[in-house]
Structure formats: C-alpha cells, structure tokens
C-alpha cells in the first residue's frame, strides 16, 4: 500500500510539474512576447497592431471611398505629425511591406479625412454601401453661405461634414467646397435638434468648431500602415493652418438691406476693378515676403457693412503688426510697380507708408503696435509734425473672402469697427477728418523737428 502510494504521488508530481511547464509557454507565447516584442511576435510573416479598432475602420473607410472614387485626403493633424516625422520611412515603404501598423493604430477617437465635394461626381448610394459594409453614418447640412447674396438661391443646402463610426472608431470626412477666391472652405458642424449628441464625443473633433478656410493643397500618394491614401505634399504647413484656419462670411444679408434703402452706395466696376487688382498685388507682394495683414479702417468698414469696396473711398487700407515689419517692404512694393507716396513715422513708433496705385487710388498700410490692455496705430500730420494715436480693442485675425480673395480681418470684427467709427457706422459719411472723426483717436504729441527728416517723407 505504502509502494502504491508512492507512485501515485510520483505520478500527480508529474503531471503537475507539466502542466506548469505548459502554461508557463503558453503564457509567454501569448502574453509576453507580444508585450515586449520578443520571440515569436517578430517572426516572419506576424503582423503587430493591425487588429486594432482604428486600423480596421480606416481600411474600410479607404475601400469604400476607393470603390466609389470618393476624392478624399488625409487631414487627421496627429497622423500628419506622425508621418511628417517619419517622412522618409513613409515614402520608401510599398503595400504590403510593413510588419507593425505605427499611424493609424495611434489611440484615438476619429480619423479626420477631407472630401473634396468639387470633384466628386457620385454622391448617390454611397451612404447606403458605407452602411452595408458596417458604417454608421451621420450626415450634416447646412445651407450654402456663398448663395446668401442671391434671393432665389438662399437657404439652398449643402453637405458640410459626414460622421461614419465603426464599432469605437468614427471617421470624421470633413466637406471641403471650393471658394472663388482659389481656396478650399469648410462649414461650421452644426447639430440639430433630432442628431444623437451620444453617436460620438463631438467635442474632441479637430474640425468643425467653427467654418475654416485653407490654401488648396498639393496632394501625394503615399503608403501608411499598409494603406495607400492622398496627403497634403507639405504635411506640415496643413497642420500649421488648423489653428488658424476660423473664417467668417460677410454679411449678405445685411449688405442687401444696405443697398436697397442706398442704391447710390454700389460700388461701381471699374472702382472695384483698381482695388481688387491693387489688392491682388499687395497680398502678392506681402506674402512673398512671408507678411501677414488684414483689411483695415475703410475697407475692413466696407466688407463689413455692404460686401464691396465703400464708392467714394480713394485707397486701400490694411493692417500689418508691427512686429512683423520687414526692412525691404517698401524695395518689394517698389518693385512690383508700387512708388512710395509718403512714410511717417518710424518703425518703434507710429509707422504707416503710402504707396500709389492705378488712377489716384492709394495703398495705405498702418502698423500696429500692442500694450497691455489694447493695440494701436499712430497718424502723422505733415504741414505739422503732430502725432495721433488710435486705440483698439485686442483683436485676433479670422479669415474671410472680400473681392473673390481670401484675406484677414479682425475675428472681434464689431469692436474694431466701432472703435474706428462709433456706433452710427451703419450710416456712410463723406466728411471724414483722420484727426477728428475717429472716436478712438486721441493726441500722442509732436515729432522734434530735429527727426522731420526721418518720420515724414513725402514723395
């Protein structure tokens, strides 16, 4: 009995120990070496990554638009940034010849895609195939903002973005229309009433929060996790314009209203011929030199209330901070057909330059300077030498489309405007003293006569 018992225990210790020994390969096979990228996880053939949840759903996303020729691009800033860096891996990877998916595996909540709406061509069914191939989808419209100037056309509605979920995964297809001022605009992603506010954490979208507007990208095709799809050729200057992208229309409507009690206030063509090709040469010139501006004083006050450039104006009028003041601007407007007409001021106080155009229409840019609590920009009388000062509230750039351009004016566009004309602006006035008129300007002394020489240069 003793022997008996003996060799069931040698039996059971047996058995035991190889039981262990199985669940400590199994364990290892399974747990480990995917963890830590060891043993047979990189054995030829295996795959790392590519079952995930995002993978998935933008490999079906891609099929899909692939199969039904919808023009889409990658915009997503995070896979961009990725792909950015690791630019040369990208470019020299085929189909097929990775082993780890490194971008679209990347945890996230959507995958941001833009459509090209201009060259799509079979809007028809495809909800219904996403459908069939597992999406959710979730279409949002809204009414075309570029027909607000036209009565028959107003409230006509367009598709501005498209949410297809997969499983925990969304594609956000973000509709890119194209503007007539050569660039490519998005609308603001609205809910309405009956949309589910649970189909998706809507807050975490990257687009949408408001209508953008960016230049019109150069595309490439690449391979990214074994997927081919179209990017923007520079990557990194696409990024670069999301956090400045917010754009707002003009204000059709009330620029209707405007002209039909002031029918004498339309600018005539050949008015709006010499500023818009006076314009064009100046954001020309400006963005050669890597300059931004925006529409200031009375042409920022005619896009603003009537859409169109004020009739009696004589010039064009824009903005530039002053800390992005170049020393060869005037060279560079020279250059482009441009003569100097007068400079005053100095560039650490109250610079503002002249240039002439076309029939007596003038280019005036003014420089902004910012304190604590407002910016400013500063006037000079010549005869004089005394100095002005006009105070404005802080102001950020949003883009928007004037003269078929896609130009800045200040986002906090009301403020600005109010500052530079008070609260009857709706109203046109003639008569306007640069010295008096304004509500914001205020005396900021007089230049020595010793500098006259230097602040106030006539030509």
């Excluded at 830590?36 to 998935?56: C, E, M, P, V, Y």
């Excluded at 300059?291 to 064009?316: A, E």
């Excluded at 005036?364 to 000062?389: C, L, P, R, S, V």
């Amino acid at each position: 009995m003793s022997r008996i018992n003996k060799n069931v225990v040698l039996a059971l210790l047996t058995l035991t120990s190889s039981a262990f020994l199985l669940f400590q390969l199994y364990y290892y096979k399974h747990y480990l070496s995917t963890k830590n990228g060891a043993g047979l996880s990189k054995s030829k053939g295996s795959r790392i990554g590519f079952d995930s949840t995002q993978w998935r759903a933008v490999k079906k996303f891609i099929m899909l638009t692939s199969s039904q020729n919808v023009p889409v691009f990658l915009i997503d800033p995070l896979v961009l940034e990725l792909i950015n860096k690791n630019f040369e891996q990208v470019k020299n990877t085929s189909q097929g010849s990775i082993s780890q998916c490194t971008f679209f595996c990347v945890p996230r909540d959507f995958t941001a895609f833009a459509l090209q709406y201009h060259l799509w061509k079979n809007e028809e069914g495809w909800f219904r195939i996403a459908e069939n191939m597992g999406f959710q989808c979730l279409k949002i419209e809204s009414k075309d903002p570029r027909l607000d100037g036209i009565d028959s056309l107003s409230g006509t509605e367009i598709p501005l973005h498209y949410i297809c979920k997969l499983a925990t995964h969304a594609i956000h297809l973000v509709v890119f229309h194209e503007r007539s001022g050569n660039y490519l605009w998005h609308g603001h992603l609205r809910l309405k009433e009956h949309i589910d506010r649970k189909f998706v954490p809507f807050r975490k979208l990257q687009f949408g929060r408001y209508p953008g507007a960016f230049d019109r990208p150069e595309l490439q095709q690449v391979t990214v996790d074994g997927l081919e799809v179209l990017i923007p050729k520079d990557p990194m200057h696409f990024v670069e314009e999301i956090p400045h992208s917010r754009f707002i229309e003009c204000r059709y409507k009330e620029a209707r209203a405007f002209f039909q009690v002031r029918d004498n206030q339309m600018c005539t063509c050949k008015l709006k011929k010499i500023a818009k090709e006076l314009l064009q040469l100046a954001a020309k010139t400006l963005n050669k030199l890597g300059v931004p501006f925006w529409l200031s004083s009375g042409t920022c006050l005619g896009w603003y209330r009537q859409c169109n450039i004020i009739p009696y104006s004589k010039d064009v009028d824009l903005g530039i901070f002053i800390q992005d003041y170049k020393s060869d601007i005037i060279l560079a407007f020279q250059d482009a057909g441009l003569p100097l007409k007068h400079k005053f001021g100095k560039v650490e106080d109250s610079l503002e330059l002249s240039f002439q155009g076309k029939d007596d229409v003038k280019l005036d840019i003014f420089f902004f300077y910012e304190e604590t609590d407002h910016m400013w920009n500063g006037g000079t009388q010549a005869k004089t030498g005394k100095k002005f000062k006009y105070l404005f509230p802080k102001f950020t750039l949003c883009w928007t489309e004037f003269v078929d351009m896609k130009v800045h004016v200040p986002c906090e566009t009301l403020e600005y405007i109010e500052a530079n004309y008070g609260k009857t602006w709706k109203i046109p006035v003639k008569m306007w003293d640069w010295k008096r008129s304004p509500p914001n300007v205020q005396p900021n002394g007089i230049w020595p006569i010793s500098e006259w020489d230097e602040v106030i240069q006539l030509y």
